[in-house]
């Protein structure tokens, strides 16, 4: 693991760009798995950065909507583009070399749209509740858990598809230095943020790559980059929903 790897895993997971034209090696893209979790870290401080500077000035509800906007914005809107093809690809039913083109298709059918607004919602609302008792630590932990459940899919699953795509040089085994970072620098931030209960979504983020990992193989024989994006949505969106509901019976 290199900083051309950290940069890389920047670059890649946001809309940041420090090297325009990053040259990298194969090694140093597989260690960019290792430097997902961080970024994650980064993507949450910065919302944290905006929740704190406008929670003097804006009530909860447009507070939240402006968070799970912003989040957007800064991932490019990388991972939701994922989910829209992932969820076309899926209600298609097809088989699964057929869903992989659907998947492919620029085009976004009406359950792709159905399964992104979703989760802009999930996230909006539980981000409301999130900001009204001020848990600023799960904005934070969140999207660096998700981002390290999809180190774990990607570090259990081979890639669907004959040719390469975004995805490929994250997938596959092998790659455990960079795993075995990613998990440490996860369970580290997700103790210093919430203790016990931190750890608790690390564990539910693990127990979701696993569901995903299976549920993938046996629809489209692995992941592919929406594959990922799609996952890391879903995890996000559950995390936040469950933190938000946790912390109002705990908070």
Not at 24 to 50: D, R, T
Not at 164 to 179: E, I, K, S
Request: charged share 10%; net charge neutral.
């Amino acid at each position: 693991m290199t900083i051309k790897s950290f940069i890389l895993a920047l670059q890649f997971l946001t809309i940041i760009t420090i090297v325009p034209r990053l040259e990298v090696s194969k090694e140093e893209f597989k260690g960019a798995l290792a430097y997902f979790p961080v970024v994650g870290l980064i993507l949450g401080a910065l919302i944290a950065a905006i929740y704190w500077a406008l929670s003097p000035m804006l009530e909860p509800e447009p507070l939240a909507a402006l968070l799970a906007v912003g989040l957007a914005f800064l991932t490019r809107s990388l991972h939701l583009d994922g989910l829209c093809d992932t969820a076309d690809a899926i209600g298609s039913r097809a088989e699964p070399s057929r869903a992989l083109q659907i998947m492919k298709d620029s085009a976004a059918g009406s359950l792709g749209v159905v399964a992104v607004v979703s989760v802009l919602l999930l996230k909006t609302m539980s981000m409301v509740t999130i900001c009204r008792h001020g848990a600023w630590q799960f904005l934070i932990l969140v999207p660096c858990l998700s981002r390290w459940s999809l180190v774990g899919l990607a570090s259990m699953s081979r890639y669907a598809r004959q040719s390469d795509g975004l995805g490929t040089p994250f997938c596959g085994r092998g790659n455990y230095p960079a795993v075995i970072i990613a998990a440490l620098s996860s369970l580290a931030a997700a103790w210093f943020l919430l203790q016990v209960l931190g750890l608790y979504l690390f564990g539910a983020s693990v127990v979701m790559s696993v569901v995903s990992a299976a549920y993938f193989r046996a629809r489209f024989g692995g992941v592919t980059g929406d594959c990922l994006g799609a996952h890391l949505e879903s995890v996000e969106t559950i995390l936040f929903v469950a933190g938000a509901a946790l912390w109002t019976q705990i908070g």
